[in-house]
């Protein structure tokens, strides 16, 4: 069999499945996105682009930052991101993908664990693939099996450097990690806290700043940019030792082509406007409790919803597509998530309440699904 008949057969075997992905446009209100807080199209950021070029700041770097594409730009950025998020130092990177590859590839050396949530993103699995490290997971924000996780490694001999890797906001479940508990295994161990604050930038903590902000540990965050803060990118905050040894060791960091200085541009003004007004924030809180109220009222949720992420899970996979195509036709863009990228017999509707959608347009949401799984009861 040829490569390409092989490929072709592989495709029409996802497809058969209802699992066959493909590109589609934008279509409807913007249920699908993780713009949280409207920013991605706002005149705001649209004007601090224009300043931005007039300004001069270039579209592309040209190279890697360890050679000629390091610009004022991005070390302005990190300047004030290190500052806002409250560590160190910080490093801009190209996406939150490129980000947690480079912390799990890099910092942690053979013999030590990482000692991960069954549920954190793909890129941290990606770099604990290539990195040397001993990996390990618990069960989904289970304190008690992390801590029994733990002590059977300390028990077969473990003895290196613990790093502890979880995500403040979980990007399919919408649910928040006990921060504060993990917070206190690292301390206990003195272990390093990984938190990947994708979904919670913007959203949570005083002005965005994160549910990791303030607490008491050895913490290493990771931002990405093209989420709440409506850009793109990722900024890895914590120790000015880290951030160094990212520089020296990261390959997604040496060997990749530096960020644009003027997304960099971008993502500060992002920063400074949650900084100087805690209204971006409040909007979006009251915008989710909303959301939460309604699809409660509506049955769409009877778990308890915690985030701007509402996952309705449908199970299989023809009728979750099925159920997401005609929310489509009606104006409501959604997607459906089908395995890998969540358990099998968990497809999901991901509701994602945007900065780009009113409380009325969320409320004729929820009516419309709750309607649609009457008539399919």
């Given at each position: 069999m040829t490569v390409t008949a092989r490929l072709s057969s592989m495709l029409e075997v996802l497809g058969n499945r209802h699992r066959r992905r493909v590109l589609s446009p934008r279509r409807g209100l913007d249920f699908a996105s993780n713009d949280y807080l409207g920013l991605a199209p706002s005149p705001e950021l649209a004007e601090a682009a224009q300043h931005a070029l007039s300004r001069g700041v270039p579209l592309g770097?040209?190279?890697?930052?360890?050679?000629?594409?390091?610009?004022?730009?991005?070390?302005?950025?990190?300047?004030?991101?290190?500052?806002?998020?409250?560590?160190?130092?910080?490093?801009?990177?190209?996406?939150?993908?490129?980000?947690?590859?480079?912390?799990?590839?890099?910092?942690?050396?053979?013999?030590?664990?990482?000692?991960?949530?069954?549920?954190?993103?793909?890129?941290?699995?990606?770099?604990?693939?290539?990195?040397?490290?001993?990996?390990?997971?618990?069960?989904?924000?289970?304190?008690?099996?992390?801590?029994r996780v733990l002590t059977q490694w300390r028990t077969e001999g473990g003895s290196g450097q613990v790093w502890v890797a979880v995500e403040s906001v979980y990007s399919m479940e919408g649910d928040l990690a006990p921060l504060v508990d993990f917070a206190t295994l690292a301390r206990d161990h003195d272990a390093?806290?990984?938190?990947?604050?994708?979904?919670?930038?913007?959203?949570?903590?005083?002005?965005?700043?994160?549910?990791?902000?303030?607490?008491?540990?050895?913490?290493?965050?990771?931002?990405?940019?093209?989420?709440?803060?409506?850009?793109?990118?990722?900024?890895?905050?914590?120790?000015?030792?880290?951030?160094?040894?990212?520089?020296?060791?990261?390959r997604p960091f040496i060997f990749a082509?530096?960020?644009?200085?003027?997304?960099a541009a971008l993502v500060r003004a992002a920063l400074e406007l949650l900084s100087n007004d805690p209204i971006w924030t409040q909007q979006a809180q009251d915008r989710i409790a909303h959301a939460h109220s309604v699809a409660h009222s509506a049955g769409i949720a009877p778990q308890a919803l915690t985030s701007q992420i509402i996952p309705v899970i449908l199970g299989d996979d023809a009728s979750t597509m099925a159920t997401a195509a005609r929310l489509q036709e009606q104006g409501f863009d959604i997607r459906g998530i089908r395995p890998p990228t969540v358990p099998k017999g968990t497809s999901r509707l991901r509701i994602s309440i945007t900065g780009n959608v009113t409380k009325s347009e969320i409320s004729a949401l929820f009516e419309t699904l709750s309607r649609y799984r009457k008539e399919a009861a």
């Open positions: 770097s040209g190279g890697s930052r360890l050679l000629r594409g390091n610009h004022p730009e991005h070390e302005a950025l990190e300047q004030f991101a290190a500052s806002f998020f409250g560590a160190e130092a910080a490093l801009f990177m190209g996406g939150g993908f490129q980000a947690n590859q480079a912390i799990f590839s890099s910092l942690p050396a053979a013999g030590d664990l990482i000692l991960h949530d069954a549920l954190v993103h793909a890129s941290a699995f990606e770099g604990m693939r290539t990195g040397r490290a001993d990996t390990r997971g618990f069960a989904h924000n289970d304190l008690a099996d992390a801590r390093v806290l990984v938190v990947d604050e994708a979904h919670a930038t913007g959203v949570f903590g005083p002005q965005g700043r994160g549910l990791a902000h303030g607490l008491d540990a050895d913490v290493l965050t990771l931002h990405t940019c093209g989420k709440g803060l409506g850009v793109a990118g990722g900024l890895i905050c914590g120790p000015r030792v880290i951030i160094d040894t990212l520089i020296n060791r990261a082509t530096a960020p644009s200085p003027f997304n």
